[in-house]
């Protein structure tokens, strides 16, 4: 190369890589959360229409899943080892996968039930390794600030689901299409591993386990309103296509619903956080939970595509920009114990979201339809706000 022109080819060097990394780790949170953990909701009207499944049953289904999610996730916290353990993140891979794909073999509650709590498990598992690994990774190689990006990819899995399973439903019916996102996700995670693959970095991944000093008191108005919050949304995250798939002259439309659902989320982890740091954490999760009850209350009555359409929007918009809020907000309030006040954060959140989907299940069948479920849903996203309101340890 002349003398006095630089290199750039060794400049993008650095650039390309933590980019395949950041793509393995979409690829990661597309299996796991966006497949592992939301397939069921395009699938669930499948299932009602050819199984004649109850309400009441599907929500036990969902509450399960996440009560795997829950198990997982305090798991990883009281034993941070899990997370630097091939064994352990391997399994979670394999179990996430095939929960995914038997789920479609089988028509017994019973390994329905084992399947959705197994893979509740893994997903929880495999998002906090992924997310510890990419972090690290990009951390390391300068680019920090793409972090927000990975969350992207469940978004892109809600999104690759609303758009698969009408196709797979064509082929094998509700349980080829368990099978086919089974298959997909297998994909992915061969994608996955082939471009994220770094050498010892799951090793280098270190977590403080050294006692922490710090009172935690200021967290607890902000998990009560998480509380609230995971109980609300996830019962448009579980039902939103079934109730749209009942609704007359829309059932045809109701998987791009999910579409719309999933491109919506793919922003919203990079957007909203952006909007915090503009005008403050507590007015943005305020618009985000005003926005998301919104969406929920018009979903009561939506009985045209531009009602559904903002319903699917203003749901998929908010929900991963809360999470990314309120973790943040904890991390802020508790720096010196962080690892402890997202703990609390997670388990106050994921009780919200077991509760959810029992209660929206029975409701729905007692009262043949599920508008006191949402309208349930809407308040107590609504009562989440009030605590943020009369919260004043927002910085």
């Known amino acids: 190369m002349p003398a006095g022109h630089p290199d750039y080819s060794l400049c993008a060097r650095p650039e390309r890589g933590a980019l395949k990394i950041l793509v393995g780790g979409m690829l990661g949170m597309v299996l796991a959360m966006g497949i592992g953990r939301f397939a069921f909701t395009p699938i669930l009207p499948l299932m009602q229409r050819d199984l004649a499944m109850s309400n009441t049953m599907a929500g036990w289904l969902a509450g399960l899943n996440y009560l795997g999610y829950l198990t997982g996730a305090v798991a990883c916290s009281m034993h941070p080892r899990l997370l630097r353990s091939r064994p352990a993140t391997g399994g979670a891979l394999v179990t996430s996968i095939a929960s995914t794909l038997l789920m479609g073999v089988t028509v017994s509650p019973f390994w329905w039930g084992l399947l959705r709590l197994g893979g509740g498990l893994a997903s929880a598992v495999l998002f906090i390794v992924i997310s510890a690994e990419v972090v690290e990774a ?10 927000g990006v990975l969350y992207g990819g469940i978004g892109v899995g809600i999104a690759l689901s609303g758009i698969m399973v009408p196709q797979l439903d064509r082929i094998g019916g509700w349980g080829g299409s368990w099978i086919g996102m089974g298959l997909l996700a297998a994909l992915c995670a061969a994608a996955g591993i082939t471009l994220g693959r770094q050498r010892n970095l799951i090793q280098a991944v270190t977590l403080d386990t050294s006692p922490k000093t710090g009172s935690l008191h200021s967290i607890w108005p902000l998990a009560v309103a998480y509380f609230f919050e995971g109980l609300g949304y996830i019962v448009s995250a579980t039902f939103i296509v079934a109730i749209i798939a009942m609704t007359p002259g829309l ?13 919506a989320a793919l922003p919203s982890t990079v957007l909203w956080p952006q909007l915090g740091r503009r005008i403050g954490t507590k007015r943005t999760l305020l618009c985000a939970f005003i926005l998301q009850a919104a969406g929920i209350y018009v979903s009561i009555d939506a009985d045209t595509i531009g009602a559904v359409l903002f319903s699917a929007i203003a749901f998929g918009g908010t929900f991963l920009g809360i999470v990314a809020l309120t973790l943040a907000e904890g991390n802020r309030r508790a720096p010196h114990d ?58």
């Open 251 to 263: 059932a045809a439309f109701s998987p791009y619903s999910w579409v719309a659902t999933g491109l």
């Open 138 to 147: 990009l951390t390391r190689r300068g680019f920090v600030h793409w972090v």
């Open 338 to 395: 962080s690892r402890r006040a997202t703990a609390i954060l997670t388990v106050c959140f994921s009780l919200g979201q077991i509760l959810g989907p029992v209660l929206a299940g029975i409701l729905a069948d007692m009262r043949a339809g599920f508008a006191l479920p949402l309208l349930l849903a809407t308040t107590s996203i609504a009562i989440g706000a009030l605590f943020i309101i009369f919260d004043h340890r927002y910085s």
